[in-house]
């Protein structure tokens, strides 16, 4: 201590009594502790410049629903399971059927067909084999493959051309609906079936934009390329990463100066920015040990990282800053700056820390990624802080100007702090509740309307103006097959699959969903064996019927599409063309198909759910609602257990838990209001908000507890917590909130999603620890608890 006038409260802080042991450990051992991190930073930040992107098919979806169980077990015998890109070649001025057009196409295809992760055998274009077309003469069925055998170019040529196309059946599939743009099919491996590396959906995007798109658009002006699947939506995601790095700029280049005008000292400011720079480059190192990527779900942890790093960061910078105007020396000030806060520091952080892995219990690996990123950075940041930080800060210490500003500025702070204390009072409480349960109200009438699943066409995740959105427009303005197919499977035994019971149940299914709102239309192999019947009977509708005679039905799926029927017929697909992928959609068929498949389900045949990228949508939904409320008790549950096992007071939990409850509820309101759904990209948000908002609380509740038990009332208890610990915690949720409310320009939509919810949170769980926790502590802790304090 460097100022004798200290009194003997004061002086007793310093004894080596008073120590707990981990400051005796920490503080005895500094420059070994330092020497440590500076190897660790080193080894594990190498390992977090070489982290790449990340993105697979299979760990966006919830492999263990029953939905994804079927379709994984079946996937040899079906296509159609969602991963695929469809490549929609483009005429500006004229139709497809020139020489020009053609020779475009068939380059095209080629060059698809050569493109790294493209199942070849499943790749499908006017140029391919297995593109063909089908007719009933009089001496029977004639067909063949829709470009001719002697193709040329010719006139003559591309008039048979045309003639096959309308007699191919693809009109509406393969080819538009008028006739200015057709689609190469491509089917794509999750894993090379060479080398067993996984598909980069980032260089497979840019392989599309640079072979596919860029080439033929550059080589003929009067071609445009249209691309969309799953691959070519995370692609862009990935590649939307890529400015994530000027938010993580700007994010930082904010908080620094915002730390600045806080402290108005230089190592008060770049110490807390620096110590949460290394916690994230030891989470990414960490993860790339691992095996982990950045995947574009998880690309926002490190920002949270930062975030949280920043708001433990800024309650040392000002438990230093009060302690060093006392005259305390640095490495003296840092001792009683980490007495004071490491409890409330390492209870806020475990909070944190065990919120986050609660999204572990949720069936989809992309959001365990999210759970274990986010566990493993709050892991570190308890580290840079509450050790890392505090032991630089304890040899640079709190500078002049920022010694000057804390002493300059109390007694006109005192002031604010006075008039806020008044949220404690005993006739300002009980409005303050009041306006609480009114907001309560407001936020469950409007979160009523919250839905799960997308609310919008095309790719939400992206902006609606987005290229890979208007390609997706063009394909369902053209083509009157939809890009949102959902596989009903049909299971039989062996060589069963076309049995008429079979055929019939189809079609009956068939029938009820065409009548399903929602539905575009179906394809099975009921649609053939109707319509080769009809065919083969003078093209007479009377015989557009499944036949009772099992020849006639043998026959009329003897030219049966590849894809409807399995090899050794015992699976058959029902293919299901929604208008959207809406979540409201998708529940409504898939019930009807519950209820069709209850009824009819027996021992010759079964109806399973489901494939097809509506089906992995339906199945990805249904995880996510029922995982939702589970969600929301566990990190609530983890979090009221900790603060009970720190605080010993059932009431204490009440006080901290009733305003994150109420942000949750309001945050929810608002995502309906935006008409953001409940889905992979934002249901992290709601525990991610309910971990980080719960440090304010934390601070806020062990200050307040602190000065109760010195005995004073709690008006003048709250207020000694504001001038302590108020101020940092105001500042810690704008300057966050501020951090993150940039994201709201991000291509991204979901980031910008994100964003406004993070922002919400970050500011209203703030306002909650301010404004509400004193009005809950003036009726939950009485007198009574106030003399146990002091006791």
Known sequence: MSDPKHDKGEHYLTTPKAEPFLERLIFNNRAIILIAFSFLTLVLGYNAIKIQPDASFERMIPLEHPYIVNMLEHRNDLENLGNFVRIAVEVEEGDIFTADYMETLKQVTDEVFYLNGVDRSGLKSLWTSNVRWVEVTEQGFQGGTVIPDNYDGSRDSLERLRQNVLRSNEVGRLVSDNFRSTIVYAPLYENNPETGEPLDYGEFSRQLEEKIRSKYEAQNPNIDIHIVGFAKKVGDLIEGIGSIAWFAGITIILTTLLLYGYSRCITGTLVPVFTSIVAVFLQLGTLRLLGYGLDPYSVLVPFLVFAIGISHGVQIVNAMAVEAAKGFDSATAARLAFRALYIPGMLALISDAFGFLTLFFIEIDVIRDLAVAAGIGVAFVILTNLVLHVLIMSYLGISRGGVRHVQNHGEKQDRKWRIMSYFAHPGVAPISLLIAVVGLGLGLHYKQDLKVGDLDKGAPELRADSRYNKDNAFIIDSYSTSADVLVVMVRTREEQCTQYNVLRAIDTLQWELQNTPGVQSSASLANVSKAVTK?????????????????????????????????????????????????????????????????????????????????????????????????????????????????????????????????????????????????????????????????????????????????????????????????????????????????????????????????????????????????????????????????
Request: hydrophobic share 50%; proline share 3%; charged share 15%.
């Open 535 to 791: 065919a083969l009977n003078e093209g007479n509708w009377k015989w557009f019927e499944i036949s009772r005679n099992q020849n006639i039905i043998n026959a009329s799926i003897r030219e049966a599409p590849a894809g409807l029927i399995n090899t050794n017929c015992n699976l058959t697909p029902l293919l299901v063309f929604l208008e959207d992928h809406k979540a409201e959609t998708l529940e409504t068929v898939t019930e009807r198909v519950e209820e069709f498949a209850e009824k009819h389900n027996g021992e010759e045949f079964r109806f399973l759910l489901a494939a097809g990228n509506a089906g992995v949508e339906a199945a990805t939904n249904d995880v996510i609602s029922s995982a939702k409320n589970t969600m929301l008790v566990l990190v609530y549950g983890v979090v009221a257990a900790l603060c009970l096992l720190t605080f010993r007071s059932i009431r204490a939990v009440l006080c901290i838990l009733i305003p994150l409850g109420l942000t949750s509820i309001l945050a929810e309101a608002i995502m309906a209001l935006s008409g953001i759904g409940i889905k992979v990209a934002t249901l992290p948000v709601i525990a991610l908000g309910v971990g980080i908002g719960v440090d304010y609380g934390i601070y806020i509740y062990s200050k307040l507890e602190k000065f109760l038990r010195e005995g004073k009332t709690l008006q003048e208890a709250y207020f000694e917590t504001l001038r302590s610990t108020g101020k940092a915690v105001i500042f810690t949720g704008v300057t966050l909130g501020i951090g993150v409310v940039t994201w709201i320009f991000s291509p991204i939509k979901f980031q910008a999603d994100m964003g406004l919810l993070l922002f919400f949170m970050f500011i209203w769980n703030m306002v909650g620890s301010i404004w509400l926790l004193p009005a809950l502590a003036r009726f939950l802790l009485r007198p009574s608890s106030y003399k146990r304090f002091s006791s």
